[in-house]
């Protein structure tokens, strides 16, 4: 019998390429899932990649179903200050309905996470036993002939966001539609619009309350949404407190930074230990 994962990420893995020419492995699917894993969790990718991508970096019991594609959905990273720039060089498989895996149906979790307009949004309905959490920036993106990227105002939300529990986005995304973009977070019971190192506004119920940043020395961003939108859905899950997930988000989120890649993505313990730190600090 198989065995059902309790978390779920819907998203391509990527290969990222930074301006010095290095190549690691990312994705939001990728740096969530690994976080659920090192929580405990039993997780299962619904993805695609090619076979330039790494696979060796994914945990063995981790399940894996992949779509094969000639390529790895490629970007490269270069950062502005507190900006992010972003350039697609190649796209894998689209993902559909039809290649959800039947026997996750009963999954806990769900994060749906594209990063280039690659999961159909009926996947929504597919976890009908699950807290399901949209890391949404795969749906507002678009790009030009050359691969640059730009945010945009997504266009057909409601299919989605009616089936889930909470919205994740960050400043970068919805860069020139912030007013389109806040009133989404009034269709979710919860969810966090998040500002790298000046912390996230954590909506409750369509209410906006601050979350102060947890400190960092920070090496690279790339990830820290992705991990603070896993860490939160997990803890808000167990605990049913928004505010509590939150800051229990804000501390992965800062452990992420402080390391290369998904090298960041802590540990159980390095988490527990932050977020104890962090709630020391607010006390």
Do not use: K
Request: charged letters at 20%; hydrophobic letters at 45%; aromatic letters at 10%.
């Amino acid at each position: 019998m198989l065995s059902v994962p309790e978390f779920v990420a819907v998203g391509h893995l990527t290969l990222d390429t930074a301006e010095d020419g290095r190549t690691r492995p990312g994705g939001a699917a990728l740096y969530a899932g690994l976080l659920a894993w090192r929580l405990g969790l039993r997780v299962g990718l619904l993805t695609s990649f090619g076979p330039d991508f790494p696979p060796e970096v994914i945990p063995p019991d981790v399940e894996v179903v992949s779509l094969p594609a000639p390529a790895t959905t490629t970007f490269h990273l270069a950062y502005r200050g507190s900006a992010q720039r972003l350039r697609l060089e190649a796209r894998a498989s689209p993902i559909s309905r039809r290649d959800f895996p039947l026997h996750w149906t009963e999954a806990r979790l769900a994060y749906l996470c594209p990063v280039a307009d690659e999961v159909d949004p009926g996947l929504s309905v597919a976890f009908p036993e699950a807290g399901i959490g949209v890391g949404a920036q795969g749906w507002v993106r678009r790009w030009d002939p050359s691969g640059e990227v730009r945010a945009r105002p997504w266009e057909d939300p409601a299919p989605v966001l009616r089936e889930s529990q909470a919205l994740f986005l960050s400043r970068d995304d919805i860069r020139g539609w912030e007013v389109e973009a806040l009133a989404l977070y009034q269709q979710v019971p919860v969810g966090a619009l998040t500002f790298g190192a000046e912390g996230a506004i954590l909506f409750v119920n369509g209410e906006r309350y601050p979350v102060t940043p947890a400190p960092a020395r920070e090496v690279e961003p790339t990830g820290a949404g992705d991990v603070f939108a896993a860490a939160f859905l997990i803890r808000y899950a167990e605990s049913q407190d928004p505010w509590e997930a939150a800051g229990y988000a804000a501390a992965a989120g800062a452990l992420v930074v402080e390391g290369e890649g998904i090298s960041g993505v802590p540990s159980a313990e390095a988490l527990a230990a932050r977020w104890e730190a962090y709630r020391r600090l607010l006390a």
